[in-house]
């Protein structure tokens, strides 16, 4: 069971307030989708939630204990432009992880755990649709098979939480759907939190169990930097997906301090 808190939590660079005052409560194999204007802070909350940024106020707490405060297996990450090893095969780009989790000082394994480890990341490359491409190399792949490897190398160690920064951003309309579907279908899987940053609003409705809109509520003309953004409406979608264990049986989610909106579609 995963449970992802967020406690008062200010962001603040040089003066300019970013984010302020965001109160969440995540629950476990939620689907969160987060809109907004751009500059409003989406991705600096999901730099947070990595751990590759600090909140200058407030906590954010994973099963109840602090968040460590860099990147972990805990956490997967998959951004709008490929993080792929260009000189690995498709194979290798997801062993790595693997081995570099199972033997953190050679960062390569041996035997038995090597067999092990390359089954497992040949079941994901079936799943992902990317097992005949196994040996070649991020280059060689189109766009829409570099991000299904991307999403894949941030699954293969089962992370507790996955971060989305608009993934599917740059893919064609036809390859989005299909990314839906498989981006779904690993949530169901591995029954991971995923929260994810969008532009698409008609996609946040679509994928999410709980969509997020962050703005700015307060608004000084003469000191554009003096308030930040905050969760202004959370909204629990019905419909396509039943929400998960622990929200009640209508779906609300626990008081973010935002506005709720109940939507069914």
């Keep these: 069971m ?32 987060v809109i907004g204007a751009s500059g409003c802070g989406k991705t600096t909350f999901l730099r947070i939630l990595l751990g590759v940024e600090s909140p200058t106020r407030g906590r954010v707490l994973l099963d109840g204990l602090p968040l460590p405060t860099e990147p972990g297996p805990e956490r997967g990450i998959v951004f709008q432009r490929y993080s792929l090893f260009p000189h690995l095969s498709v194979r290798d780009n997801l062993l790595l992880g693997l081995e570099l989790r199972g033997a953190k000082r050679l960062g390569r394994l041996f ?3 090597r067999r092990d480890a390359l089954d497992k990341a040949d079941r994901l490359l079936d799943a992902v649709g990317l097992y005949a491409a196994r040996d070649r190399y991020p280059q060689q792949l189109s766009g829409g098979m570099q991000q299904r ?3 894949a190398q941030s699954v293969i160690c089962e992370p507790q939480v996955l971060l989305l920064d608009e993934p599917f951003g740059a893919l064609d309309p036809g390859l989005t759907a299909d990314m839906h579907e498989l981006i779904v279908n690993l949530w169901n899987m591995n029954r991971m939190t995923i929260v994810m940053v969008t532009h698409d609003v008609k996609e946040s409705f679509h994928l999410g169990t709980r969509l997020l809109v962050f703005d700015k509520p307060r608004i000084d003309a ?6 930040g953004a905050t969760i202004t409406f959370n909204i629990p979608l019905k419909g396509r997906r039943e929400p998960p264990a622990g929200l009640g049986a209508a779906g609300a989610p626990r ?5 709720e909106t109940e939507v069914r579609s």
Excluded at 6 to 31: A, M, P, R, T
Excluded at 222 to 227: A, E, I, L, M, S
Excluded at 255 to 259: A, N, Q
């Design 255 to 259: 008081d973010t301090g935002g506005r």
């Design 111 to 113: 035997g038995k755990r």
């Design 149 to 151: 490897l991307s999403i």
């Design 222 to 227: 003469q000191v554009p930097d003096r308030y």
């Design 2 to 33: 995963t449970h992802l808190t967020i406690k008062g939590l200010w962001k603040e660079y040089d003066g300019q307030v970013v984010l302020e005052n965001v109160n969440l409560d995540i629950g476990d194999h939620e689907f969160v989708t």
